[in-house]
Each structure stands twice: as C-alpha cells, then as structure tokens.
C-alpha cells in the first residue's frame, strides 16, 4: 500500500512522523513473521513544491515530489497561534488544497489528522459528509463550513472515502487503523503493543474541555454564557436569563443558537460537567457532593448527563484521569 503523508509549512511534524514510524514498525513486525511476505506499506512524505519543509516549531522535513499516483493521501495537522481558524489561515495553502483535490478526484482516498480537516473541508472533500477534527477547532469547522456534519466527540469519521480523525494523538489511532485494514487484528494490536498505545479509543469525549476564553470576545453568545458561568451552581431559569438581557426568552433563544448552533442550557451543562470533571480529577469528594457542587440535586440525573457527553461514568472517570491525589475512596 503507497501512503504518502503531506507535509507543508506549519504542518505538525509529530503526527506526520508518529504515522510514519508506527507504519514503518508495521513494516519491520510484518516481514519478522511468516505470515507476510513483503512490506504491507511503502510510506512516503511528499510535498508540493519545495523538497524542504519548515514543520511548527521550526522542524525541518525533507519530502519527494507530491504525486497521484499513491492509494492512501494522509494530511496531518496545521500550527494556527491563535488557537483560532480564519479563512486566511487557509488560504495560504493554495497548493496543497488544489493536490488534495486532484488526488481525490483521481480516486485516491484521503484522511486528516486534527486541523488537516480544514484543508480537506476548503478542497471540497467533506460536502455533506461526516467528519471530525480536535475538539477544540470543531466549532470553528461547523462554522466556517456549515455544509459538514461535524462530529466534534468522534475519535475517529469514515464517510466516501474520506477519513478523518481528531486530535494531535489521533494520528497513533489512524496508523494503527490502517495496520488493521491491511495486515489484520493481530499485526495491529503487535504493533500497539510495542508502541505502547492505549487500546482502540472511540471518542475525544472524555478529554474535552472548556476552550480558553478570549477577553475580546463579545458576542451576545458569549456574554450569555458568561452569565450562566458565573451562576452554574444555581437552577436554569429561562425567563430570568432573558430579563437579564432585557429580550424575550424567544429572542434569546434564536439568537443564542444562530451564534453557536445550541441553547444556554446545553452550555450551561457542558461548563458543569466541566467543573466536576476538575473536582473528579483534583478532589476525595464525593460523586453525590460534587452532583451538589454543580447545581443539581439528583445524583442519578447528573450521571446520566456526565455519561451522555463524557461517554464515562464519573467514577470510570476519576479512575481514569485522577491525578496522585487522595482520590475519591466514598462515593465510587
């Protein structure tokens, strides 16, 4: 199988080179047993135009000349400073768009890792289909290309011939992915192995966080979560939200979700999740004090809403994320 991995000023170099190198290792455990007699892969880093790249953080890569003529496209991730995507940040890759989609029009599959989606989205690949990238950027991509149905949980989204996968770390789950389709469960999980990779993750859910807010942020959007932040711990009340910004709750509502595409409750649910997230990871109460701590009262409701956007429990949580602290030894 050729696998040529674009590289192009900015790209991150880890996850180009962490697919690289697990594919290589695929390569090197193949060929050690006697169930394969050739190289499953031929991996190659290609780049359109210059054979000297300059990666985020100044790391340089060498790259032969980008062709079609390969059966598997990868475009890792680009270093945006601000934590934030423009559409001029995406101009900038003309090139390499325009390759993407040539490959794909010639028929060649094509994945992303992280913030490679954008590029995929700007050559046209994710009209209408499912696709994720890093959590933190899937509000910028729904926004910027409203024709996606992103899936900002997704680990990982396979639709048309377009994969593509979330954040920074992902690009282990897409290489080993690929060992899998090629040569089988047991090289893959061989692979894993050696490499020591946590087992098939399904979701980004359980690492998601509140973004960093930015001070110039003054969207009406914005102002209403800060509202609801600062009372998380006191019950949702529509009708007094809305008198606090001197509008109907009609009007709230339909404004609130042409900005962001959700409602203020939903938020407001994220960012508790959020806090006890923090207190499952830093503190030894309770999961029923910390049910209290984020203003609600029935620890069962609050599970059910913990599970349903984490896609843990909050005690497989805690276990899973908590810290050298004291943990919680009460209410698991």
């Not at 790249?53 to 100044?58: M, R």
């Not at 029009?105 to 094509?110: K, L, R």
């Not at 377009?162 to 047991?186: C, I, K, N």
């Amino acid at each position: 199988m050729r696998v040529a991995i674009l590289v192009f000023d900015r790209c991150l170099s880890m996850e180009a080179c962490t697919i690289s190198d697990l594919l290589l290792m695929a390569n090197r455990v193949a060929l050690a047993g006697s169930s394969h007699a050739e190289a499953p892969f031929r991996v190659e880093m290609v780049s359109v135009g210059r054979r000297r790249i300059t990666a985020a953080g100044g790391v340089e890569l060498k790259a032969s000349p980008a062709t079609p003529e390969i059966d598997l496209l990868i475009v890792p991730g680009v270093d945006f400073a601000r934590l934030e995507v423009r559409q001029g940040d995406i101009a900038v890759f003309d090139q390499e768009i325009r390759f993407i989609r040539r490959c794909f029009a010639a028929g060649v599959p094509v994945a992303s890792v992280c913030a490679g989606a954008f590029l995929l989205a700007e050559a046209g690949l994710l009209h209408g289909r499912r696709a994720t990238t890093a959590w933190l950027f899937a509000p910028q991509l729904a926004r910027l290309y409203p024709d996606v149905r992103v899936d900002s949980e997704a680990l990982m989204v396979e639709d048309g011939g377009v994969t593509t996968v979330g954040a920074f770390s992902a690009a282990a789950d897409l290489a080993v992915h690929l060992v899998r389709r090629r040569g089988g469960a047991p090289l893959a999980q061989r692979v894993a192995g050696l490499a020591l990779l946590a087992p098939s993750r399904e979701s980004q859910a359980p690492y998601v966080e509140a973004p960093p807010v930015r001070e110039r942020e003054v969207r009406f959007s914005a102002r209403v979560e800060q509202w609801l932040i600062h009372r998380y711990d006191e019950p949702y009340d529509l009708p007094r939200l809305a008198a606090a910004f001197h509008c109907s709750t009609r009007t709230l509502l339909r404004r609130f979700n042409r900005e962001v595409g959700t409602t203020p409750l939903a938020c407001l649910q994220r960012h508790r999740v959020e806090v006890a997230k923090g207190l499952l990871r830093s503190s030894s109460l309770t999961v029923a004090e910390i049910t209290e701590r984020v203003g609600y009262r029935d620890v069962a409701t609050f599970c059910a809403l913990f599970g349903r956007l984490v896609r843990l429990s909050p005690a497989a949580y805690r276990r899973q994320f908590a810290g050298d602290g004291p943990g919680d030894t009460r209410g698991r």
